[in-house]
């Protein structure tokens, strides 16, 4: 099995075989990102293996950056502009601007301009009548005009469409004659929900992917075909759940924010093996900090997500909240002499001052190396190599009266407090308690970082897992390939509901058994549904629905099953409201088979781990400090190491500060938790 994560800045890789996991890194090529994954398949071996799962942050990088195709949107007459207006929402900082402006409006960098946003003369009613047919004249006059401008996609969203989708079908069949064959995603195929906006946005996002992700995903398989690959290519959605190329491409606005949700899962699967199924999951990059929640060994799972704010998909998603903070982060002075880390980044190009590549302002990155916790020598594996004296120069060019000492140790301290606020605002949004979780640590600089936290969140622990560079592409070996599917009705439960529920999962399935074809006999469907009291406005999602056909028993087991649920949730409980049910969901779960993590060795009787040697700690404190040195690779089950302490591996470096203890667990994972005196009580620092 091979997992490939595409990053902004690096392409990972991990092969498994016969149990062995074997992992590369490669430069992302930003131009042509599948050139980075075939060249890292090549190194791997991709010509013996079965599957091959990818998930890639190329199409959020392209809608933020609006590197994107000319496209056009057609909605209902007089409704063109929902797009600039979304929802309406500010975010918390912009509540006090008056020059706050939304990221995609007209007035900034909008996605779809005005001029081809058109409006179509027709009218469908919420209960599915013709209030105005489809004019089909002027319809051919607005798609005149987009063939003019020369658009290249076309997304099309008519209001009510969920309900019927017979307009849109219509009028895809009419772009098809008056444009030609171009890019073409209709609402009530993509997202047949109601909401008009999040509906709009998803499907224009479609359609971006399409032109996106559908001339990649041709040119990725071409290239694996021609490296000797006959096997599986699967691709990762929001949810990091996998589905087969041709699947994912047909709706692949599910596919737009994959690679941070594979980390996710990748963390919940190590959780069931090691017994922790309480997680906080931290990936730390080189741009951002990306955290999510795992709970009872679940993530939590939306509805939704955002790609920028008010810029919504409606897809299941892992919940993702990034800061940013990350090994790229500038190291600043504010006007008013402050020093102030990120969230502005150096990127891949230049990158941080120490690469050498003209970066002439200092990062978190500079910062460690300065430290002395990176060696300038074994950076990317020994791909490249540091420079400690480009770092102190970028160091020394601040405008600061404060000594290089107080730079760099403000610099580290401002980096983990700005993570730290980032993963309590995480631990306060969920409303767990985080002396009962343990935080895995991940990414290329979160080994180096995160530890530095176990006592300023008092965290339960903190676990640097195997591989923990490109843990993320674990996660693409990690999931089920999933099959999910979903429709809007307003029905109040009752027992005279039942049909009418009964056939929507009816459809719903037999569309998906059709999809499915072989796999559709050793699948698992689960059903579940958003639902509401009378009345609201917004859903308490994923509330479980029985087997079994749907009978008055069942709707009546649905209202317990939704006041169980909004209890939860909100710990209110109102059995005398009246619940409707808003959007049923189907999901086909086919089971795969997914990475196992080896056992390391237990030491000899009479031998000991050492150290390979010391280094000298630099600016964490008023004096150097000196910690042991160790290699990953001579770690054995039950180890233990005292900090302060340095293990270094290929592609990530752990920091055990002074006070803690690490021990090597079951799966080869390392835990770190406070150093205990002679009683077993944390010793106070």
Not at 208 to 230: H, N
Not at 530 to 555: H, K, N, R, S, Y
Not at 573 to 584: D, H, N
Not at 639 to 659: C, K
Request: glycine share 10%; hydrophobic share 40%; with cysteine.
């Amino acid at each position: 099995m091979i997992g490939v994560d595409v990053g902004g800045t690096f392409t990972d890789i991990v092969s498994i075989k016969d149990g062995r996991i074997e992992t590369t890194k490669v430069a992302t090529n930003v131009v042509e990102s599948y050139q980075g994954v075939l060249e890292g398949a090549a190194e791997v071996g991709v010509d013996s293996a079965a599957v091959f799962n990818h998930a890639s942050t190329h199409g959020l990088n392209a809608i933020i950056t609006r590197r994107i195709p000319k496209i056009a949107f057609l909605t209902t007459e007089g409704h063109r502009d929902i797009l600039d207006m979304a929802r309406g929402w500010r975010p918390a900082e912009g509540n006090t601007d008056p020059t706050w402006r939304r990221s995609f409006g007209d007035a900034t960098a909008p996605i779809v301009p005005r001029y081809l946003r058109r409006g179509i003369r027709e009218r469908i009613g919420a209960d599915g009548s013709i209030v105005i047919e489809l004019d089909e004249e002027q319809a051919r006059e607005e798609l005149k005009v987009l063939a003019r401008c020369g658009v290249e996609g076309v997304a099309i969203c008519l209001l009510n469409s969920y309900v019927d989708g017979r307009h849109e079908s219509r009028l895809r069949e009419l772009v098809r004659e008056e444009v030609g064959d171009v890019a073409c995603s209709i609402s009530s195929e993509v997202s047949p929900l109601a909401r008009e906006y999040p509906r709009a946005s998803t499907t224009v996002v479609d359609v971006l992917c399409k032109k996106i992700y559908g001339p990649y995903s041709k040119r990725l398989e071409a290239g694996l075909s021609e490296l000797g690959f006959t096997g599986d290519l699967n691709f990762a959605d929001c949810a990091a759940t996998l589905a087969p190329v041709d699947v994912a491409m047909e709706r692949p606005s599910r596919i737009v924010f994959s690679g941070p949700a594979a980390g996710t899962v990748a963390c919940a699967h190590l959780g069931a093996m090691i017994d922790e199924p309480n997680l906080l999951c931290v990936d730390i990059g080189g741009t951002s900090s990306d955290m999510s929640v795992v709970t009872g060994g679940t993530p939590f799972v939306n509805t939704t997500f955002e790609l920028e704010h008010d810029l919504i998909v409606n897809t299941l998603s892992n919940e993702i909240i990034s800061v940013g903070a990350g090994g790229g982060s500038i190291v600043s002075i504010t006007p008013t002499g402050e020093l102030k880390v990120g969230p502005e980044s150096a990127g891949a190009d230049p990158g941080p001052a120490c690469y050498g590549r003209g970066g002439e302002q200092p990062t978190t990155t500079d910062t460690f190396l300065m430290i002395g916790i990176l060696d300038p020598k074994r950076f990317a594996a020994g791909r490249s190599r540091l420079d400690p004296e480009l770092a102190r120069k970028a160091f020394e060019r601040l405008d600061t009266q404060a000594s290089l000492a107080e730079r760099v140790r403000f610099a580290y301290k401002m980096a983990v407090n700005n993570v730290a606020e980032g993963v309590f605002d995480v631990v306060v949004k969920n409303g767990v308690d985080p002396r009962d979780y343990a935080m895995i640590s991940f990414g290329a600089a979160g080994s180096m970082m995160l530890p530095a936290l176990l006592d300023m969140i008092n965290l339960k622990s903190v676990i640097v897992p195997p591989h923990p560079g490109l843990f993320s592409a674990l996660g693409l070996v990690s999931a089920d390939q999933v099959h999910a599917d979903s429709r809007t009705s307003y029905l109040v439960l009752t027992p005279d509901a039942a049909d009418e529920i009964n056939g929507i999962y009816s459809d719903m399935e037999a569309s998906m058994r059709r999809t499915l074809g072989d796999d559709a006999d050793r699948v698992t469907f689960v059903r579940t549904f958003d639902g509401q009291l009378m009345g609201q406005v917004w859903e308490t999602p994923f509330i479980e629905v029985p087997g079994g056909p749907i009978t008055a028993e069942t709707v009546g087991q649905m209202i317990v099953n939704f006041h169980d649920g909004y209890e939860k949730r909100s710990g209110n409980r109102f059995e005398g409201m009246p619940v409707q049910g808003v959007t049923y969901r189907l999901t086909a779960i086919v089971p795969t088979t997914k990475v196992e993590y080896a056992r390391p060795a237990q030491r000899p009787a009479g031998d000991t781990l050492q150290p390979v040697g010391t280094i000298t700690l630099r600016y964490l404190e008023e004096n150097d400090i000196t910690a042991a040195e160790y290699e990953r690779d001579d770690l054995m089950l039950d180890d233990v190491i005292d900090g302060p302490a340095v293990i270094r591996e290929p592609l990530s470096t752990t920091f055990v500060l002074p006070g803690q203890t690490a021990r090597v667990g079951t799966v080869g994972e390392i835990v770190i938790t406070r150093a205990t005196d002679s009683t077993g009580v944390s010793e106070e620092k």
